[in-house]
């Protein structure tokens, strides 16, 4: 799948290495987005390294099934934690309010 091939091709894999090692980008993994960040280990607490789960380490999350074995659709509100994440810079503590619709997650 996509996370072979961003691993395993060279000059797909130098780019995103590059982007990533910057310190002024961002990224943003949204529904298959976020599924292809966990699988580089590029979601989560960092394992390993870049490509933490290529270097041995278990990727820090993973995306299974539901518990219900069903679609979930619903709005819930989540806390920021502390981060380094820019553009929560000063919201630490806020409960905000998210829709999430997954079969996995």
Known sequence: GWAATVR??????????RFRRRPDTFSLGVCNGCQ???????????????????????PSVAL????????????????VEPGPALMLRGMEGACLGVWVAHGEG
């Open 64 to 79: 299974t099934p539901n518990l219900s074995g069903r679609f979930e659709s619903r709005f819930v509100a989540v806390r």
């Open 36 to 58: 292809l960040m966990a699988l580089l280990g590029w979601v989560g607490p960092p394992q390993g390294g870049l490509w933490g789960a290529e270097e041995g380490a278990p």
């Open 8 to 17: 395993f091709h060279p000059q797909v894999r130098g780019t995103l290495e």
